[in-house]
T-cell receptor, first 114, second 115 residues
Framework: DARVTQTPRHKVTEMGQEVTMRCQPILGHNTVFWYRQTMMQGLELLAYFRNRAPLDDSGMPKDRFSAEMPDATLATLKIQPSEPRDSAVYFC????????????FGSGTRLTVV | RKEVEQDPGPFNVPEGATVAFNCTYS??????FFWYRQDCRKEPKLLMS???SGNEDGRFTAQLNRASQYISLLIRDSKLSDSATYLCVVNTEGGTTDSWGKLQFGAGTQVVVTP
């Protein structure tokens, strides 16, 4: 089965440090999403790209978060500087415009900011 | 009011029984609906896309009621492996090509199947 690969799986960092999370979408998927999940807020859409172009990043705190797709095989989510409230699981998902396929999620990056 | 609302449960279901639960959405222009399943500390996985006429996949049946703005999921002959959180997912911005990707997740309904 094709998979969305996210790295790292776990990250513990100190407040103020930069964090970069990476995602390799499924080959051929032209839409890539970043979600954040916490117990309190559930799954929140942070940003998404189609054909590498950012379509919407309104869910992302602009002052510290940035999302990019340098090429079709790599999406990155960066937090600088990180804060304890950023602690969450960050999921990347990819898909196409085929409705019945939905989206495929990666295993997530579990981020802890201390 | 949240855009997508679900009963958090838990729904405690004896093995072999049937369980059903709903999800309501606030945007009447929503076009795309899905049910995802999430196991503890795992990523969400697509369970079913929900079609206007309703659809069935084995023991799972999904229905859409546009008039009342809700979708439902029914699980028949529940198995222990059905224990999970079921996430309702709605495209809250209508159905244009560029916007259908903005999906809103409900908080999930927890189902616990007991022996």
């Amino acid at each position: 089965d094709a998979r969305v690969t996210q790295t790292p799986r776990h990250k513990v960092t100190e407040m103020g440090q930069e964090v970069t999370m990476r995602c390799q979408p499924i080959l051929g998927h032209n839409t890539v999403f970043w979600y954040r999940q916490t117990m309190m807020q559930g799954l929140e859409l942070l940003a998404y790209f189609r054909n590498r172009a950012p379509l919407d990043d309104s869910g992302m705190p602009k002052d510290r978060f940035s999302a990019e797709m340098p090429d079709a095989t790599l999406a990155t989510l960066k937090i600088q500087p990180s804060e304890p409230r950023d602690s969450a699981v960050y999921f990347c998902a990819s898909g196409t415009l085929i409705f019945s396929d939905g989206y495929t999620f990666g295993s997530g990056t579990r981020l802890t900011v201390v | 009011r949240k855009e997508v609302e679900q009963d958090p449960g838990p729904f405690n279901v004896p093995e072999g029984a049937t369980v059903a639960f709903n999800c309501t959405y606030s945007n009447s222009a929503s076009q795309s609906f899905f049910w995802y399943r999430q196991d503890c500390r795992k990523e969400p996985k697509l369970l079913m896309s929900v079609y206007s006429s309703g659809n069935e996949d084995g023991r799972f049946t999904a229905q859409l009621n546009r008039a009342s703005q809700y979708i439902s999921l029914l699980i028949r002959d529940s198995k222990l492996s059905d224990s999970a959180t079921y996430l309702c997912v709605v495209n809250t911005e209508g159905g244009t090509t560029d916007s259908w990707g903005k999906l809103q997740f409900g908080a999930g309904t927890q189902v616990v199947v007991t022996p």
